[in-house]
């Protein structure tokens, strides 16, 4: 079964560095949505890609910025990295319209920032 | 601004017993609601959802609750197991921006053998 697929699983990174988070969408599925988990939160969304464009954003500042490709994968990218950065974010995928079974998720990219 | 609440951070049920998970919501325009569960060291996976045209829906052990006037939903897991343990989020959508979910910030459910 071809589900989300996100790479690193877990990444350590310096304080104003920049990274790169990466996720397959599951098959058959064309939207992919990245959220951000801080401990003991909920995953709090911070945009969705479809048809290569953003389509909503949620309140994160310009610092986070991403990509979706022809096959639908995506990428998120998070410059000047702050402490408050570190979190778990995860990659969602979905089709678009569907709403009955909602979003495919990834198993995450643990980015700490030291 | 918190549209999508749980105020009840931990849950403990004895195996076999209900349990029953609340959520409220503030935003008068989510007509879409959904449950997830999330163990550690994994994505949440979808567990069941309800339109704001019903107010109920099943599946198998899971039954979902809306009442949209008090605007909040509640999930029943009956009866509860113990590989039922783990944290649960709330989630909603708005017709204007159905992809877009929102979640809440979960409850911890302990189901004890």
């Keep these: ?14 304080r104003g560095q920049q990274v790169t988070l990466r996720c397959s969408p599951k098959s058959g599925h064309d939207t992919v949505s990245w959220y951000q988990q801080a401990l003991g939160q909920g ?3 911070i945009f969705q890609y479809y ?29 000047a990295l702050l402490l408050g950065d570190s979190a778990l974010y995860l990659c969602a995928s979905s089709l678009s319209g569907d709403r009955v079974y909602g979003y495919t998720f990834g198993s995450g990219t643990r980015l700490t920032v030291v | 601004d918190q549209q999508v ?14 349990s029953i998970l609340n959520c409220d919501y503030t935003n008068s325009m989510f007509d879409y ?9 994994e994505g949440p996976t979808f567990l069941i959802s309800i339109s704001s045209i ?16 008090a605007k909040h939903l509640s999930l029943h897991i009956v009866p509860s197991q113990p590989g ?30």
């Excluded at chain 2, 609440?5 to 209900?18: A, C, D, H, Y």
């Excluded at chain 2, 052990?61 to 949209?68: A, E, P």
């Design chain 2, 84 to 113: 039922d343990s783990a944290v649960y989020f709330c989630a909603a959508s708005a017709w204007t921006s159905y992809d877009k979910v929102i979640f809440g910030p979960g409850t911890s459910l302990s189901v004890i053998p």
């Design chain 1, 1 to 14: 079964d071809a589900g989300v697929t996100q790479s690193p699983t877990h990444l350590i990174k310096t």
């Design chain 1, 51 to 79: 048809e290569e464009e953003e389509r909503q954003r949620g309140n994160f500042p310009d610092r986070f910025s991403g990509h979706q490709f022809p096959n639908y994968s995506s990428e998120l990218n998070v410059n």
């Design chain 2, 33 to 41: 609601f959904l449950w997830y569960k999330k163990y550690p060291a």
């Design chain 2, 5 to 18: 609440k749980q105020n009840s951070p931990s849950l403990s049920v004895q195996e076999g017993r209900i």
């Design chain 1, 43 to 45: 995953p709090q969304f």
């Design chain 2, 54 to 69: 019903k107010d109920k829906n099943e599946d198998g052990r899971f039954t979902v609750f809306l009442n949209k006037s």
